[in-house]
């Protein structure tokens, strides 16, 4: 068997027990790197003398442990790794050395992790398709035609291809379900608070989650059980007890019982989208899983109150960089010119529109109309699906509307925007999410299939996402 | 209907020509869509801020290790006393 196509528990096990070494595993990702990624771009930065530094080091150890152990690991440029760049996509970070480890990057590198690069992304994460990258796009490696989704995008581009085991995207309004979905692997949101975000840089601090791109749902509870766990260094982390994700994987799921939203039929969905859909729902009934219809009736306000929310954060949270501590630095004659220069020139449009969407909906005489009504409206939306969790265990709906879209294709950002119609009403509730790879389109994608549990139920997102996979 | 140039001066930005216009459009375009919002009753409904389960904690106040300053000297050149060089601010 290639190394390439061995789980994240097999190479840590073999590593382990000296069967391949740390440093023959880097090598292998290092050349697909060298082989791929020039046509790819999923990388803003890969550590090679970093990686094979590390392995060699892992390689060394006498008491060799840990869930990841010679496992590499692709991070998302919007988290910090030691020593590495960290642009968040955007000029405005160029140059940028982080000084300290992400809470979730430490805890990789606990696990004997091996940090093999910085993925691709929308600056900022503000994006679907990795078009908003200061620097370049991410092509997705199934037909580099078409983009890969965003905005983690880089992480998923890097797992599709093989150019590393997993990845670490951050999912705000679906960044790492749709990419996930676009590329044909795994991505995982869990439950907002069950992951650290120290060293995450902010976007919409009450709806970023981080969460891993794997090729399996296996691998992807092997990750969740690295990353998850309460971080005093983020006051937003729940106290929960530690639990194995992996036990929950293989449990037959009959007599659970999944949700199907009527109001999918308000929506317009790619027909190969709806077949795979179908096509799940009959692979649940076949393992014994009962399926039940609920209702989401505000559903559809979710896309209009998320551009309030997320915004409005985004644009306190972007008020940091002002080029005086670091970053591109402006010009100009007094203090104020000079924030006005180092922002305008390091901030790309999108970022800009958000900033000025956000402004909006917080400046007086708008506040209440827009922030606290969005605000009211996702407690709204938090409703619908409390109700729907009283009977059912899980709900199941399309990652995407569409399988992926060609460069240049969206022309407006609402365009864009509606390409994560069902991913951000599960951001708003915080719930726990993941898309699965189900089917294909005619252009030969996969087709995403995401389920929802309810908060803090990864347990069973992840069983019922393994028993779909594996039928 | 929105006041660019005070949103702008709040946001710190200062647009320039075409991208200007084109975000001019684009905000009129969104903001539009919002509108939408106002058929949902919210009568009696509190505002989401934190989602379940987030019960904000505060940790004890005690002195932990900060960041190391030649990080933070690699990503801006330090003057005087480790502390940052800006613009005049005082007394223009």
Partial sequence: MEIGDLTIKDIASRVKRNEISANEVAKFYIEQIHMKDPLINAFLYVDEDGVIKRAKELDNLKNKKGLLFGV???????????GLQATAGSKILRGYIAPYDATVVQKIKDEGGIIIGKTNLDEFAMGSSTENSAFFPTRNPLNVEYVPGGSSGGSASAVSAGLSKAGLGSDTGGSVRQPAAFCGVVGMKPTYGRV??????????????????????EDSAVMLNVIAGFDAKDETTA????????????????????????????????????????????????LGAEIIEVSLPHLKYALPTYYIV?????????????????????????????????????????????????????????????????????????????SAFSKVSSIILPTTPTTPFKFGEKKSPL?????????????????????????????GFRVGIQLIAKWFDEATLLRVAYALENY | MIDLEKIEALSALKLKGEEKEKIIKDLEEIIEYFEILKEVDTEGLEPLIYTKGIALSLR?????????????????KLFGNNLFRVKRIIGE
């Fill in chain 1, 72 to 82: 590499p690991i692709a991070i998302k440029d919007n988290m910090n790794v030691k």
């Fill in chain 1, 196 to 217: 650290s975000r120290y060293g995450l840089i902010a976007f919409g601090s009450s709806l970023d989650v981080i969460g891993p791109l794997t090729k399996t749902v």
């Fill in chain 1, 239 to 286: 106290k929960v007890e530690k639990e194995d994700f992996t036990d929950s994987l293989g449990k037959e799921i009959r007599g659970l019982k999944v949700g199907v939203i009527k109001e999918i039929a308000d929506f317009n969905v790619q027909s190969e989208i709806m077949q795979s859909l179908k096509v799940s729902y009959s692979k649940l009934e076949q």
């Fill in chain 1, 310 to 386: 997320a915004p409005s954060e985004a644009s306190a949270n972007l008020a940091r960089f002002d080029g005086v501590r670091y970053g591109l630095e402006g010009e100009g004659e007094n203090i104020k010119e000079f924030y006005e220069d180092s922002r305008t020139k390091g901030f790309g449009s999108e970022v800009k529109r958000r900033i000025l969407i956000g402004t909006f909906a917080l400046s007086a005489g708008y506040y209440d109309a827009y922030y606290v009504k969005a605000a009211k409206v996702r407690r709204a939306i938090e409703g619908d699906f409390e």
């Fill in chain 1, 415 to 443: 365009d864009m925007y509606m390409s994560d119609i069902f991913t951000i009403p599960v951001s708003l509730a915080g719930l726990p999410a993941i898309s699965v790879p189900i089917g294909k389109d005619n252009k």
């Fill in chain 2, 60 to 76: 004890e106040d005690k002195v932990t290790e900060s960041l190391d300053i030649k990080y933070i000297e690699r990503n801006r």
